[in-house]
């Protein structure tokens, strides 16, 4: 089981936001070839939730996504993650700080051949120089289904089980914050609803926020919240989510484009889902 402990913020910033956008645009290209990714986002993820970004091809979703885990650096905005302001940093107090508050789990996997299980979860660690906690390690490997695995190469695991040690390495260090990109896009049915409730789990369990791109309706009903971008801007969200409620939303974005704008805090919803969609 994972250990149950409740998230702070480490650089004296706010008590209820993990990450905060305020103001983000995030331009490439210049002139007329100029692409505007994002548009004025702000947005709060409070500690302790799990949140699905989603929206169509195109709307900004990993440009949201790497500004937030300070991947890309906005045009003109600010970035506070765990009570640290990323505006200004350099890539190596940045790359610092994703060590420390940060973990990451993609779609495609992104585990070193040549590395055991084990070695894979415990990387992050080493390369932090921080001390291993074997307890901590096993605990995870045994809570992510892989006890019987530890010494196996990645080639050697299914595609399910090589997200399950992309999850474990994103969890062992207890980062504050887990981005998650398309992380059920390469399973099947029954190993995204598993992958999904060990996500669920870390949430409420070690007060982990999650923040989830996905496509899919049904990944994103097991979050507390669902996000929906398009042409660079958040434009909608639904709390509690159910899948027909996210389709819903998702067929009738466009209409919600003229809206005025208005700022999205989701730091006060953490933690209090009802019965989740059913796979």
Avoid: W
């Amino acid at each position: 089981m994972f250990g149950n402990r409740r998230r702070e913020p480490q650089g004296g910033g706010s008590a209820r936001a993990a990450v905060r956008l305020d103001s983000v645009r995030k331009t490439y290209g210049k002139g007329e070839n100029a692409v505007e990714a994002l548009r004025g986002v702000d947005i709060s993820f409070g500690y302790g939730s799990f949140t699905a970004v989603m929206g169509p091809s195109g709307s900004g979703k990993s440009t949201l996504l790497q500004c937030a885990a300070g991947l890309d650096v906005p045009t003109t905005g600010a970035v506070i993650l765990d009570g640290v302001d990323l505006t200004g940093k350099n890539e190596v107090a940045l790359t610092e700080l994703r060590r420390e508050r940060v973990g990451f789990i993609f779609q495609s996997f992104n585990l070193l051949p040549a590395l055991t299980v084990e070695q894979n979860i415990t990387l992050p660690l080493k390369l932090a120089g921080r001390r291993i906690d074997h307890g901590r390690v096993a605990d995870v490997i045994r809570r992510v289904g892989l006890d019987q695995r530890r010494g196996h190469l990645p080639s050697e695991l299914s595609g399910g089980q090589q997200q399950r040690v992309a999850i474990a390495r994103a969890l062992v260090a207890e980062p504050p914050v887990v981005f998650a990109d398309e992380p059920t896009g390469a399973l099947d049915t029954r190993t995204a609803l598993e992958v999904l409730d060990l996500l669920r789990e870390s949430v409420m369990v070690t007060g982990q926020t999650i923040i989830m791109v996905t496509h899919d309706p049904v990944a994103a009903s097991h979050a507390d919240n669902v996000v929906f971008l398009i042409d660079g801007q958040v434009i909608s969200d639904i709390h509690n989510p159910t899948p027909e409620a996210v389709a819903d939303r998702m067929t009738h974005l466009t209409a919600l484009v003229e809206q005025p704008r208005r700022s999205f805090d989701l730091s006060s919803s953490a933690n209090q889902r009802g019965p989740r969609g059913e796979y």
